[in-house]
């Protein structure tokens, strides 16, 4: 894989750009693409193709954006549509790239005292989790799944409060972790839950709605706006993820250890068009 990947780098690198994208590569990402072992199996094959070294900051996405917001960081791999478009209107980042979806679940433990197994609708589940049956931690740190968390709180015109609402802080791995010491419910990319979840003691108990599905941009820190930063570098990264090296990568990533690929390729698709709900 590294054989094919050095002379794709090259490439996309350029020859006038090769020193400056040999410099440190900030990436600021998700905490999910670090939970997996996703950034652990490809960042390598970068940096072996690129000759340059990543450092990732592995947050929320809601922080992850922020420090490119700021400059602090050359390229983000995030999952917060409607915000990423927001920073993107307002100069901060550009060339916004699909790069693969997975989606979120609600799991929590298997005896199911809140019946989310028998919602028909995501409302309901979010209604049924609002009863306070049972505890609900939640990620509470502005990453993309505690945005999508909380607009579906709100779309069922519901405001989560009291003791059995757990605002933990912590990212996706520590959140299912702390979910399944304490018997909660929680909201979690599959692509986590899948990687972890010989150590919980949670089950999947409902999945499938449309609003549910998981969608991960790369994108580039605007150098007109952050004339600092490595504007090469970004860019190697960002157009490796939506390589074809990296996309049939990326299709198998753990289907041997867990049965199942963590993630399905996507670039060179519209947003728009996954939306659509099946015919």
Request: hydrophobic share 45%.
């Amino acid at each position: 894989m590294r054989r094919v990947l050095l002379p794709l780098l090259l490439v996309l690198c350029g020859a006038p750009l090769a020193a400056q994208a040999r410099r440190d590569v900030i990436l600021a990402t998700t905490t999910s693409t670090q939970d997996t072992g996703l950034l652990d199996s490809l960042v390598p094959r970068f940096e072996a193709g690129c000759g340059c070294r990543v450092k990732t900051i592995a947050v929320g996405t809601g922080q992850a954006l922020a420090l490119g917001a700021r400059g602090e960081a050359d390229v983000v791999l995030v999952h917060a549509p409607t915000l990423e478009q927001r920073y993107v209107a307002e100069g901060r980042f550009r060339n916004r790239r699909l790069v693969m979806t997975n989606d979120f679940v609600l799991v929590g433990p298997a005896a199911d005292p809140a019946g989310l197994r028998q919602a028909t609708s995501l409302k309901e589940a979010f209604q049924r989790l609002a009863a306070g049956n049972a505890p609900f931690a939640s990620r509470a740190d502005s990453s993309g799944t505690n945005i999508l968390e909380l607009a579906q709180w709100k779309a069922a015109g519901l405001n989560p409060s009291g003791g059995w609402y757990l605002q933990v802080g912590q990212g996706m791995a520590a959140t299912l972790r702390i979910a399944s010491e304490k018997g909660a419910y929680t909201l979690t990319d599959r692509g986590t839950y899948l990687a972890v979840r010989q150590s919980l003691a949670l089950a999947v108990l409902y999945q499938g709605a449309p609003e549910l599905l998981n969608i991960y941009h790369v994108m580039e820190v605007n150098p007109e706006a952050f004339p600092n930063v490595n504007q090469a570098g970004g860019r190697a990264f960002a157009d490796f993820m939506v390589s074809p090296q990296a996309q049939e990568f990326i299709r198998t990533f753990g289907a041997a250890r867990f049965g199942q690929p963590l993630f399905t390729p996507q670039a060179g698709k519209r947003e728009e068009d996954l939306l659509q709900p099946a015919p």
